[in-house]
């Protein structure tokens, strides 16, 4: 690395930022909106007497497990991985799980469905890369930020001058 460069590593201020809608991100989102299904839900949707594709259990007895749960001060299992959901954003398949299954299997990185591999993620979402915005810095200097591995690299220049552009100091005297 040249002395230029140091010079503008040091004179120009970073400012980094980490990516936007990642999975996890998503993940969040889609776990916290996971709807609660109790038995009215299950019967209007024709599901009163089926079983979890996943586990094999019944839903009824599943939701009866979850009663009981939220009735104890401290239940077996968290409280967002009991009851029965269902898949239910307008992009999403349908399908219904233990709460339990789809929280695991959301949680192992998975986005589609684990029935019908459909994609659980809203499509208008996109991710957006983390990278670094160098306010005052150089073409030079963006170069070392790609060779790190930092992509996404934006340069706000300003007029700020390396020490070989900045006039010699005067050696005049105010007071003389």
């Known amino acids: 690395m040249d002395s230029r460069t140091v010079f503008?590593?040091?004179a120009s201020t970073p400012l980094f930022f980490a990516p936007q809608n990642t999975f996890d991100d998503q993940a969040k989102k889609l776990l916290e909106k996971l709807p609660r299904?109790?038995?009215?839900?299950?019967?209007?949707?024709?599901?009163k007497?089926?079983?979890c594709s996943v586990c094999f259990v019944p839903f009824l007895a599943i939701i009866?497990?979850?009663e009981t749960a939220l009735a104890m001060e401290s239940p077996a299992h968290p409280i967002e991985e009991l009851g029965v959901t269902r898949l239910s954003e307008?992009?999403?398949?349908g399908h219904v799980f233990c709460r339990k299954d789809?929280?695991?299997w959301i949680r192992e990185h998975n986005d589609s469905c684990p029935m019908c591999r459909k994609?659980?993620?809203d499509p208008d979402v996109k991710e957006t890369?983390?990278?670094v915005r160098v306010y005052g810095g150089t073409p030079e200097l963006a170069n070392l930020y790609r060779n790190m591995g930092i992509n996404n690299v934006t340069i706000i220049p300003n007029d700020a001058r390396g020490p070989e552009e900045r006039p010699a100091a005067s050696t005049s005297s105010m007071f003389s």
């Open 8 to 10: 503008d590593l040091f």
């Open 37 to 47: 299904l109790n038995a009215s839900d299950l019967t209007a949707l024709g599901h």
């Open 49 to 51: 007497d089926n079983n």
């Open 64 to 66: 009866s497990e979850e």
């Open 90 to 93: 307008k992009w999403q398949c």
């Open 102 to 104: 789809l929280v695991k």
């Open 119 to 121: 994609s659980i993620l």
């Open 129 to 131: 890369p983390g990278g």
